[in-house]
């Protein structure tokens, strides 16, 4: 499942990616949040099931429609990636095997021990992050070290979790993973690598990216809803 | 308070409740915020006509400096109205969301229909 806001120019080849690293029966499903550009025609022209949102409404409600969907469709395992390319097709499978061994959220995980290089960010970033990550260990006594990853693979269990109960802020899959261990359900992070931005804009940045870091923050330790 | 004063905040009330009257008749505003609006400008055109409600009512309180009870009594109503906004403003957005997440699964069922009925068509097969 990609979510995608304006990135025509990345997300048919993400598609043909996702297929080739799948063996088995696969459906490829794009969620496009209102986007302005032919996110949609392209997506469909590359053989993936189009979600349209008639207007935009962030990151947090694509989600939730594409678990709605897999949920109604009874889908056994759901993955989420990026529409940009900065997640690599052929770490599918290791998220999926992951989920095969009896995880039911699986994290790709950019700050991983075992990356080889860990991916830079800035030190906000880095800042905002381990903030976060204190708060879940905190809350939900799960230890991440990348929680704030779009690249997660889960089984029908959390896809039905999700379906209902995600969120729909932006970073609000913090939120679902909150919800997620609250609901017992076992987390597991695997490492990735991550690749550069291949196209489209970033979805929140400065003090946008702040805002919702410290919403989302709190909403985890509050325990709430968004 | 001085006649002047006493005129000018009634006439303030006055226009108060007119736009009140007009938003509820013409503008669409729902009746539950109509008479929120209404009891409030009532209130301003009491205190406004009669001062001297406010300064009984701060004797009562044992307030001694009667306008400030006014403010304090005022800012309070407009917090809780702002809160109250807060709580229905969210409520909204998540209803919207939730509407349009079934707009995009019901265009999606549209269209799978759509392309079934084709193929149908082209196959020669009908019911």
Known sequence: ????????????????????????????VVVDDG?????????????????????????????????????????????????????????????????????????????????PTPYQVSRTRRMAMRLV?????????VALTDPTSGFWAMSRPCVELFSKELPSGYLDNLLGLSIAARAGLAIKEVPVTMAPRQGGQPSATGAALVFHYLRATLAVFIGGRS | MSLTARIVSALLAAVVVAIILKLQR????????????MATSVVMLVLAAAPDVADTV???????????????????????????????????EQRIQVLMEEVALLRREL?????????DDGSGVSE
């Open chain 2, 111 to 119: 269209e799978d229909l759509r392309s079934g009925e084709e193929l």
């Open chain 2, 58 to 92: 701060g004797d009562w309180l044992g307030v001694e400096y009667t306008p400030s009870l006014v403010f304090m009594a005022a800012l309070g109503f407009v917090l809780i109205v702002l809160v109250q906004y807060s709580w229905e403003l969210s409520r909204s």
């Open chain 2, 26 to 37: 013409r503008g669409g505003m729902g009746s539950k915020y109509g008479l929120l609006w």
């Open chain 1, 133 to 141: 990550s204190r708060v879940i260990r905190h809350r939900r006594g």
């Open chain 1, 1 to 28: 499942m990609i979510p995608a806001y304006n990135e025509e120019s990345t997300v048919g080849t993400v598609i043909a990616e996702v297929r080739r690293a799948c063996s088995g029966p696969v459906e490829v």
């Open chain 1, 35 to 115: 986007s302005d550009d032919s996110t949609a025609k392209t997506a469909a022209a590359a053989g993936g099931t189009v979600l349209r949102l008639p207007v935009n409404l962030g990151y947090g409600v694509a989600l939730r429609l594409g678990f709605r969907y897999a949920a109604s469709r009874q889908w056994d395992h759901a993955l989420v990636l990026d529409a940009d390319g900065q997640h690599i097709a052929t770490e599918i499978p290791a998220l999926l095997a992951a989920c095969h061994s009896g995880a039911d959220l699986v994290l790709g995980s950019r700050f991983h021990p075992d990356c």
